[in-house]
Nanobody, 121 residues
Framework: QVRVVESGGGSVQAGESLTLSCGVS????????AGWYRQPPGKQRELVAT???????DYLDSVKGRFTISRDSAKNTVYLQMNGLKHDDRAVYYC???????????????WGQGDQVTDSS
């Protein structure tokens, strides 16, 4: 069973940067992609970024140009670098493993505990 543990969240001011990390353990060979979701206060969870096994990335429109998803396969770690953070980026961020099929990402692991990003300004 795949397990993910997110870390790196915190309180930042608008315009600052933060990098989230996700340690992955278990049988990850059943997944060909990884993705980050977020759930803002009072809103539904949304897919923020995905990365395929080959390194192809895709982003939610509102974070394009500011967020970068990457992975270190040797360390079984997925990252989400967030630059130019905005008030609307406040959320609990969740890392997942899944599969990309026909351009659509399908999560195939349970939710981790998530990591909170808050606005200190």
């Amino acid at each position: 069973q795949v397990r993910v543990v997110e870390s790196g969240g915190g309180s930042v001011q608008a315009g600052e940067s933060l990098t989230l990390s996700c340690g992955v353990s278990g049988r990850i060979t059943s997944s060909n992609a990884a993705g980050w979701y977020r759930q803002p206060p009072g809103k539904q969870r949304e897919l923020v970024a995905t990365i395929s096994r080959g390194g192809r990335t895709d982003y939610l429109d509102s974070v394009k140009g500011r967020f970068t998803i990457s992975r270190d396969s040797a360390k079984n770690t997925v990252y989400l670098q967030m630059n130019g953070l905005k008030h609307d980026d406040r959320a609990v961020y969740y890392c997942t493993m899944g599969n990309l099929q026909g351009g659509t990402y399908y999560r195939n692991v349970g939710w981790g505990q998530g990591d909170q990003v808050t606005d200190s300004s």
